[in-house]
């Protein structure tokens, strides 16, 4: 991402600092995850200390410090779809990718990710991929489903 | 600054407006134990180690004087059965990560905390914040800061800026209670320190 | 653009809208809330445009994509007005039958209609079925009768006339009162009274001050205020301008959860379109009051529901929680006062201020007044959204209402309050549900999560979900919060894992009174609550998994064992196939047999065994029976001929 598009994020929100997490999260959600350079200025142009962004861009979920893969697998552990079973679907994704929440596996095909409900309970257990959510998941049918992506 | 009235175990006080308890506490010698505060440094209210109980309109609860605003005919207790039980448990929970803390043995002895009622954790930093509040707060140089949260928090140096900041002033390794922050540093310079001669090589 | 400079003109803008609606005109509604979406409903939407296109019916009949009316369960959902027809699980195959059949020739389409478990019987209105005649939909029934893009329509529906009475006919004062009055509480999870909350603040003398949405609704299974932002996001928008003109504030904010992609966009064009009408902005509808709003993103933390974690995260934080020595309706946002309400409790107001609070509190308890939203999820019938008066009993939400427990499962318990709070029991079921009555029964309220357990549900390991949950959850910052919860999770893990000890609950529990009396914020106070409710009212469980190393709901993993029964396996193969381990032994003639070194206890066997033969067991507290000899495991089928 180059810093051109980076100024003109930071500018639209008037460079405030209390924008700090709107103007990451418009970063993250185009380029797919923060790289130092993009945090190092916004530090510099929000005049925010490093370690505030360093705490930021790992507290909170919805930043990545490390490139992702090219489809995020979301598995919903939300209490209604943990009742209905999202453990097993979790287990079956980890075996079936090779991979464990938080990680990319090496060809940056899928990245996996738990969320805490996605909000479609009545179709749980639920996971998310790319925007599309597979409901009414059973573990036998997790195989056939992460075929489908390339 | 109008004068405050308040009671602190049975003794009369007297405080300004704007102090907290533990500070009208400490201006009248009565001891209420601490690990996370540090006068030059904003409360934090992190290790509730000075937790007491104040009464207020009749009714009682448990707060931590370092942050609680001292107020007209308050009455506080430094001790009882239900402080002395917390403060005994929060001991034992640190010293899971820390049996070998000075300070936090001191502690334990005074409230019959037993270092080995909970297994033992791989980090023995305790998350006083001394280190990171005294960085930001006093020197204003930032090289060490917080990551992440809930069990999985941890203080972490910001290589760029410790490698240039911190051998000249280390300041903060004589307010950590563990001497985790002297590790974290120690493996930040060894792994993480930009250095010159290796990006040349990198180069060429 | 037409801009209402006055409460006149908007009525007169609003006749003009009404009197262009035909209202025997056709209008097919399909709920185009994230839930029905994700089942399919923008294929639905598509079909019917596409078909309406084909059938040259363009301007007999309007179609809109709509709120969610809260029927998840059986989305996608389609409602046909005049006559409010109700189709379940409409897909686009079933587009063109609906058209020339309901619209073109008034007849009902028999297989999309509702049937009533009980009675067999066939609800063709909305109206009359069970799920939602039970109900008393004050706050959410207008979300099917609007498409939430457009103001318009929400204009259609009387819209903003609470807005337009209260700065026309109601001093600041006199709404601060009536709200009061209402003895509406807070519908996030505390329950504080909303009008004594706002006095505070209105008292104070700072000159700014703030209104603040808490959109983050962060507790898993809770779905509620999603599917209010979403469907009608102007009932929103109208309450926090009423409430910002009785506080004195000039400036709101609506933190959402990113998580919430539809609802930020929904609320961001609202606020858009408001603002080009001049309900929003300076000088709103000519009264001299100004007020501006702006709409902030979560960024992934369960903690910023939290309502001063909430404000640091607007100051560009990390969402750390405050102590509330000094609450934050005198000191919050940028140590102004600050009133932060949930969206519901937000939603209520034009409610209150059009039909007065006598009429408010003709619902309700005695200490908890009007409806409540509940999302109804887990192992129950009819998942979705409910808004029902409190008063009502727990039994009359999960079997009226909800339709019972699928699968012929029993009822275990109900779990309310999200992370904060409780499991309620079978002996608890004719509890009526109040902010009062579910703090007794040792849960509480919470933000309107209602989830259903059945006998399958394994009370420890929801104990130990939860607890794990806010070990990722907390912010971190105090002690007894993260260290105590660090050591739960270890502790109720081990349990679940067959590694529990004497002396364990015990330890629970002291940690857990620590949690509560010495926490900095309500997530460590109330961390412990499903743990502790859990141990009152299943502490068999509890004890069942320590000592005898059993799980009574035969869920738990380690303490499991998948057997099949010989005498009941009949040698089909399926499981032998489908097990990813290859830990079945067998043949097509051969019994099969479940290697127990090899078995992951996936449950995969479990689920595919034929009905009819049932042959996989579940196994716990007890060694698995030895195979039988081999030659026993010899089947001798009958033969065909005869």
């Not at chain 2, 509730?48 to 107020?71: D, F, M, N």
């Not at chain 3, 185009?32 to 089942?39: I, Q």
């Not at chain 3, 260290?483 to 004497?502: A, F, P, S, V, Y």
Request: glycine share 8%; with cysteine; proline share 5%.
């Amino acid at each position: 991402m180059d810093i051109e598009r980076i100024d003109q994020i930071i500018d639209k929100h008037q460079g405030v600092a209390s924008s700090l997490i709107q103007i990451l999260l418009e970063i993250q959600s185009e380029n797919h995850w923060l790289p130092r350079e993009a945090i190092e200025r916004v530090s510099e142009k929000l005049h925010v200390p490093l370690s505030r962004i360093q705490h930021i861009s790992t507290f909170y979920k919805a930043f990545s410090l490390v490139p992702k893969g090219r489809h995020e697998i979301h598995v919903c552990m939300g209490t209604a779809c943990h009742v209905r079973g999202a453990m097993r679907v979790l287990d079956t994704v980890q075996d079936l990718t090779g991979i464990k929440p938080g990680e990319t596996d090496l060809d940056l095909k899928f990245s996996l990710e738990t969320v805490n409900c996605l909000g479609c309970c009545a179709l749980g257990p639920v996971m998310e991929i790319d925007g599309k959510i597979h409901g009414k998941l059973l573990p036998s049918e997790t195989a056939d489903v992460l075929k489908s992506y390339e | 600054m109008s004068e405050i009235h308040l009671q602190i175990d049975g003794k009369k006080v007297e405080a300004n407006e704007g102090m907290t308890v533990l500070e009208a506490a400490q201006s009248a010698d009565i001891f209420i134990p601490t690990l996370c505060h540090h006068e030059k440094l904003e409360p934090f209210g992190a290790c509730r180690i000075c937790t007491v109980e104040v009464e207020v309109r009749g009714r009682t609860k448990l707060v931590v004087s370092c942050v609680y605003p001292v107020e007209e005919n308050l009455v506080v207790r430094t001790r009882s059965e239900k402080i002395d039980r917390i403060r005994k448990t929060l001991l034992e929970l640190m010293l899971a990560h820390a049996p070998d803390s000075e300070q936090l043995q001191d502690l334990a002895g005074e409230y019959g905390a037993d270092k080995d009622r909970f297994e033992k954790e791989a980090s023995f930093c305790i998350h006083c914040g001394l280190c990171v509040r005294y960085c930001a707060e006093v020197k204003k140089k930032n090289a060490v800061g917080f990551v992440d949260r809930g069990i999985r928090k941890e203080i972490s140096f910001i290589p760029e800026i410790a490698s240039k900041e911190c051998n000249s002033c280390k300041e903060c390794f004589s307010l950590c209670p563990t001497s985790y922050l002297q590790a974290a540093f120690v493996l930040t310079e060894a792994l993480a320190f930009p250095r010159a001669s290796s990006q040349t090589a990198l180069k060429k | 653009m037409v801009r209402l400079n006055s409460p006149e003109e908007l009525e007169k803008f609003r006749q003009e809208i009404v009197s262009k609606k035909d209202t025997n005109k056709p209008c097919i509604s399909i709920c185009a809330g994230t839930g029905c979406l994700a089942s399919g409903a923008s294929e639905v939407i598509a079909a019917f445009k596409a078909e309406i296109k084909k059938q040259g019916l363009k301007t007999d009949v309007d179609t809109k994509g709509t709120g969610c009316p809260g029927f998840c369960e059986r989305g996608p959902v389609v409602v046909i007005y005049p006559e409010e027809i109700c189709y379940l699980g409409v897909t686009s195959e079933d587009v063109p039958e609906i058209i020339s059949q309901t619209i073109k020739e008034k007849k009902v389409v028999d297989r999309l209609l509702y049937v009533d478990p009980t009675t067999g019987e066939k609800a063709i209105h909305e109206y009359d079925i069970s799920f939602y005649k039970n109900q008393e939909r004050n706050v959410i029934c207008n979300n099917i009768k609007i498409d939430p893009k457009n103001i318009d329509d929400y204009l259609a529906i009387g819209g903003y006339s609470a807005l337009a009475k209260a700065f026309s006919r109601m001093t600041d004062e006199e709404v601060l009162s009536e709200v009061k009055k209402s003895n509406l509480r807070g519908r996030g999870g505390g329950g504080f009274p909303t009008g004594r909350k706002w006095e505070g603040s209105r008292n104070a003398p700072e000159k700014i001050k703030y209104v603040i949405v808490n959109a983050d609704e962060g507790d898993p299974g809770a779905f509620m205020d999603r599917g209010l932002l979403e469907g009608n996001p102007h009932s929103i928008l109208e309450g926090l301008i009423i409430g910002a003109y009785a506080i004195g504030s000039h400036e709101g904010y609506i933190y959402v959860r990113q998580e919430y992609p539809l609802a930020v966009e929904n609320i961001t064009l609202a606020i858009k379109q408001a603002d080009e009408y001049g309900l929003l902005g300076k000088n709103i509808l000519g009264s001299g009051f100004d007020f501006k709003v702006i709409v902030h993103q979560g960024a992934g933390a369960f903690v910023c529901g939290e309502s001063t974690a909430l404000m640091t995260a607007l100051e560009g934080r990390v969402g750390e929680p405050r102590p509330k020595y000094i609450h934050s309706n005198i000191s919050g946002l940028w140590n102004k006062p600050t009133v932060l309400n949930n969206v519901e409790t937000w939603a209520n107001v034009p409610l209150i201020i059009n039909k007065g609070a006598d009429w408010f509190n003709k619902f309700g308890t005695e200490g908890s007044k009007g409806t409540k939203i509940f999302s109804l999820v887990g192992k129950i019938t009819n998942t979705g959204l409910v808004e029902v008066p409190m008063g009502i009993t727990l039994k009359d939400i999960i079997y009226k209402i909800g339709g019972g427990i699928p699968g012929g499962k029993k009822f275990k318990a109900v779990q309310t309050g999200g992370p904060s709070g409780g499991c309620i029991p079978e002996e608890l079921l004719d509890l009526e549900v109040d902010f009062d009555e579910l703090t007794k029964a040792g849960s509480m309220m919470g933000s309107g999560g209602m989830i259903v357990m059945d006998e399958d549900t394994c009370m420890v390991d929801v104990a130990r979900y939860f607890i794990h949950f806010l070990t990722d959850e907390s912010c971190g910052k105090c002690l007894p919060c993260r260290e105590g919860l660090r050591q739960m999770d270890k502790i109720l893990t081990n349990i679940t894992k067959g590694k529990g000890k004497e002396g364990n609950i015990e330890l629970l529990e002291e940690l857990s009174k620590t949690a509560i009396e010495a926490s900095l914020c309500a997530l460590g106070k109330t961390a412990p609550n499903p743990f502790l409710s859990t141990l009152r009212y299943f502490r068999d469980e509890y004890e069942a998994h320590i000592r005898e190393k059993r799980c009574p709901a035969l869920s738990c993993k380690e303490l499991i064992s998948y057997y099949i029964d010989p005498d009941k396996c009949r040698a089909c193969m399926i499981c032998l196939k489908k097990c990813p381990a290859g830990a079945i032994d067998g043949g097509k003639n051969k019994i099969h047999v479940v290697d127990q070194e090899k078995c992951t206890k996936c449950g995969t066997c479990f689920e595919v065994c034929p009905s009819r033969f049932g042959a996989v067991k579940k196994i716990s507290g007890e060694p698995v029976p030895s195979p039988i000899p081999e030659e026993e495991r010899i089947m001798i089928r009958k033969s065909k001929e005869k």
